[in-house]
């Protein structure tokens, strides 16, 4: 089993900053990518920013492009979200996701969620 442990979010007011951080552990196969997503109420689930094991290649969701940085370290199977300059709207739910491959089968896995609070 794979387990994802998050930590890192909070309240803090527009403008401000936070550092999520999420540790995988367990029976990983062959780690492809590792991400953040969130969850709003009454929205969706989306993609925030997402980073390749391999090469280190980063996509991000245009709202928090500039403002977001995703990284990792592959040693500790950690990624970490720096959010700068935070907006009542990036209040959500924000989940870690690695995508695990086994042969020709991807495998997600997700953390329990950490909710950010943007508010003055």
């Known amino acids: 089993q794979v387990q994802l442990v998050e930590s890192g979010g909070g309240l803090v007011q527009p403008g401000g900053s936070l550092r999520l951080s999420c540790a995988a552990s367990g029976s990983i196969f062959s780690l492809n990518a590792m991400g953040w997503y969130r969850q709003a109420p009454g929205k969706q689930r989306e993609l925030v920013a997402r980073?390749?094991?391999?090469?280190?290649?980063?996509n991000y969701a245009d709202s928090v492009k500039g403002r977001f940085t995703i990284s990792r370290d592959n040693a500790k199977n950690t990624v970490y979200l720096q959010m700068n300059s935070l907006k009542p709207e990036d209040t959500a739910v924000y989940y870690c996701?690695?995508?695990?491959?086994?042969?020709?089968?991807?495998?997600?896995?997700w953390g329990q969620g950490t909710q950010v609070t943007v508010s003055s």
């Open positions: 980073i390749l094991s391999r090469g280190g290649s980063t």
């Open positions: 996701n690695i995508e695990d491959i086994y042969g020709d089968v991807r495998y997600d896995y």
